[in-house]
């Protein structure tokens, strides 16, 4: 029973096309992340929502728009995909009033040709 | 709002030699940290924390040091074994919870 789960594990798409990639957490936490972790392993914080509600847009070109339906779901949309958008893209939820860090996803890894 | 630098970016030890992680963070209103393992093609898992109140925490093998007034914290791995080989990540925020800024990354290589 996945605690953080990501749909789908592997993408591979041409350019310009456009993409989602979604998040679930079964966790019952009230906040949820996009990372994005590139060749170099280093994980930059893309969005994070708070009940459904947009608390931080880091530098992010607007081709990325993040939609929560309801706390437990977190989906990327992606608009006309280029190379360098290739990346894996974790998910992580945590819960703001807890003494615990995040849990997250097993990844999807975008490949733009 | 935070910065977080980690040193070394890779490290290569002998089977049961120690190894040792450096984190440095910018914002002094940090008070969690935590740090992450991820193996290969894996997702990041936490395997320590530390918050500021304490100042050294043992799990095993492991250990974790913070030293708030230099704004450093370390982690240490003893008795290094092959399956210890992953990249290893610092993370700092001011409440367990909320947004975690991460450090670069370590690459650890645990030679048989």
């Known amino acids: 029973d996945t605690a953080v789960s990501q749909t789908p594990k592997y993408l591979v798409t041409q350019m310009g096309n456009d993409k989602s990639i979604k998040c679930e957490q079964n966790l019952g936490h009230d906040t949820m992340y996009w990372y994005k972790q590139d060749s170099k392993k280093f994980l930059k914080i893309m969005f994070s929502?708070?009940?459904?509600?947009?608390?931080i847009n880091e530098t992010v070109p607007n081709r990325f728009s993040p939609k929560s339906p309801d706390k437990a779901h977190l989906n990327l949309h992606i608009n006309s995909l280029e190379l360098g958008d290739s990346a894996v893209y974790f998910c992580?939820?945590?819960?703001?009033?807890?003494?615990?860090?995040?849990?997250f996803g097993s990844g999807t890894r975008l490949t733009v040709v | 709002g935070e910065n977080v630098e980690q040193h070394p970016s890779t490290l290569s030890v002998q089977e049961g030699d120690s190894a040792v992680i450096k984190c440095t963070y910018s914002?002094?209103?940090?008070?969690?940290f935590p740090w992450y393992k991820q193996e290969l093609g894996k997702r990041p898992q936490l395997i320590i924390d530390i918050r500021s109140n304490v100042g050294e925490k043992k799990d095993q093998r492991i250990a974790v040091t913070l030293n708030k007034t230099a704004k450093h914290f370390s982690l240490h791995i003893t008795e290094t074994q092959p399956e210890d080989s992953a990249v290893y990540f610092c993370?700092?925020?001011?409440?367990?919870?909320?947004?975690?800024?991460f450090g670069g990354g370590t690459r650890l290589m645990v030679k048989p």
């Open positions: 993370a700092a925020s001011r409440n367990a919870g909320n947004m975690l800024t």
């Open positions: 914002d002094s209103a940090s008070n969690y």
């Open positions: 992580a939820s945590s819960q703001r009033s807890t003494n615990y860090g995040y849990t």
């Open positions: 929502y708070n009940n459904k509600e947009l608390i």
